[in-house]
């Protein structure tokens, strides 16, 4: 053979072993992962539900990825500012998300020009609990039960403001459904996260929000609210004696939220894998799962691809309800 019939022959092996090196390499990098601090991103205020949600988990978290985890708030937009910037960070499994139901399902339908898709352009990491939402009113205002409320929202008309975390999320739409189910009146008040919107429910300045049960229900506990209904098919253990929405007479109105982690679309699977491991190993914990259970959050794990699977579920159902209430937002 002559030297230049060898030399293709040649290149092609070098490509070959080279391709070789570089897959190790990369086989090695995953394997190291992590190396590095691992952040959690989450769409609103510190102080609300989906913080202390991950608060609880953050340290054991930790401990199972052998690396400190970080909270870091990027509020606005019903957790869409949040949910945007961890779509365009570099998908090294070192930026995630921490989303409910209204950053994940409940945007996309009602926002027409929303900078992300959910299952375009993220990977599905787990789901780390649901929980229902807890039907609220400070404590001046004349009802004690739902129904109470009901007549007394009838009676006034345009009295009643509510509040919730943002336009769009679920706990303005809860509150816009009960409006369309009893027929009553309420001004949206909407606020830049959960936090907020309670700071002035105490203070009288709305007299109604519908919020998931973990912050909500400690309001409650310590007086500064009243709990009307829980929107959960079954009583919360967190208010074993608060109502559920059909024992206080409105039918088929179940309505539980979500709460998972999600990574950047092209987060190397290994990777995806091994977090969502991580947290199946933190949700496991008994100490862990009743201490989320006293906050009204249900422990209910999802690996990756379960959790993908729920999403596309909730996706229509949500969009659905959007639209019937008649919610769009620029």
């Not at 409006?179 to 002035?200: L, N």
């Amino acid at each position: 053979m002559t030297s230049s019939r060898r030399l293709p022959v040649l290149c092609t092996a070098a490509l070959r072993i080279a391709a070789l090196c570089i897959a190790a390499a990369c086989a090695t990098a995953h394997a190291a992962w992590p190396e590095k601090p691992v952040k959690v991103v989450i769409g609103f205020p510190a102080g609300g539900p989906l913080d202390a949600h991950m608060r609880l988990m953050s340290d054991r978290l930790a401990a199972a990825l052998g690396q400190s985890v970080i909270i870091d708030y990027k509020s606005g937009a019903g957790g869409a500012v949040g949910a945007d910037a961890v779509a365009k960070s570099a998908p090294d499994g070192y930026t995630l998300l921490l989303a409910n139901t209204g950053t994940m399902v409940i945007n996309p339908a009602v926002y027409p020009r929303l900078s992300y898709s959910t299952l375009r352009d993220f990977a599905p990491v787990a789901r780390t609990a649901q929980q229902p939402l807890l039907l609220i009113v400070n404590p001046a205002v004349p009802a004690r039960t739902l129904p109470e409320f009901i007549a007394y929202a009838r009676a006034n008309p345009g009295k009643i403001n509510f509040g919730s975390a943002g336009n769009g999320g679920i706990s303005h739409l809860v509150p816009e459904m009960l409006k369309q189910a009893a027929g009553i009146s309420m001004t949206h008040v909407p606020y830049k996260g959960s936090a907020p919107a309670f700071v002035d429910l105490m203070a009288g300045q709305v007299q109604f929000m519908a919020e998931s049960v973990p912050q909500a229900a400690q309001y409650a506990k310590q007086g500064k609210v009243r709990a009307l209904a829980v929107t959960s098919r079954e009583r919360n253990v967190a208010l074993p004696d608060t109502p559920t929405m059909a024992e206080a007479g409105i039918r088929n109105f179940e309505v539980v939220g979500f709460y998972g982690i999600l990574a950047p679309a092209a987060t190397p699977r290994d990777v995806v894998e091994r977090l969502s491991g991580a947290f199946r190993q933190v949700l496991e914990d008994g100490a862990l799962r009743e201490r989320m259970v006293q906050q009204g959050a249900d422990p209910a794990f999802l690996g990756a691809g379960d959790f993908l699977a729920y999403l596309k579920a909730e996706t229509p159902r949500w969009a659905a309800a959007v639209a019937a209430s008649g919610t769009r937002l620029d």
